[in-house]
């Protein structure tokens, strides 16, 4: 996955050249990634989901994360970005199945690495989501949860400090098993605020 070959672009987002997923990271080079939030409405109530990241990612291990989302490789356009749905949740989609929100600049520093990301965001929005239906790429996600959208955006804003989750977790046998927890922002990647606030209101036009 670090010598995957990913396009680098400049700050006004004009592709200038390629390099490893390694690199991209190290020098904090601006790239194409592709985001796919899922959200659905039942009986008046608007949930957002979000997926819990493997134990074995070496990046925010266990936070949660963007239902799914992944780099968009040197040779493919952002719609096939839609492929990571498939890979991660086991969800087959098709570009028509989702809205295009934007494209939104995210920028997440560590000791580790510098990722300078162009989001293009999208949105798949259902009146009812089922947890039977994820099957889940267990080496990249080990969980689903869903959240009241309004809550979801209390807890960015800070106007309050925790919120409740549910859904499943895999366990170590393999199966799913169902969750309830509270969580806090030390619980979500640390993506930009204003990452979170533009996706949020981008969101609000489609609800």
Known sequence: MENEMITICNEKREHIGVATRAEIHKKGYWHETFHCWFLSNNEGKVFLYLQIRSDQK?????????????HILADESIHDGIREVKEELGIDLAIDDVVSLGVFQDCITTNAIIDKEFGNVFLYARNHIDFSQFHLQQDEVSGIVKTPITDFEQLIAGHIEEILVEGFKINQHGKKSS?????????????????????????????
């Open 179 to 207: 969750i309830s927890t509270m969580i806090n922002k030390h619980s979500i990647v640390p993506h930009e605020q204003s990452y979170f606030e533009n996706v949020l209101f981008a969101m609000k036009k489609h609800v």
């Open 58 to 70: 070496k990046d925010y291990p266990n936070l949660l994360d963007i239902t799914a989302a992944g």
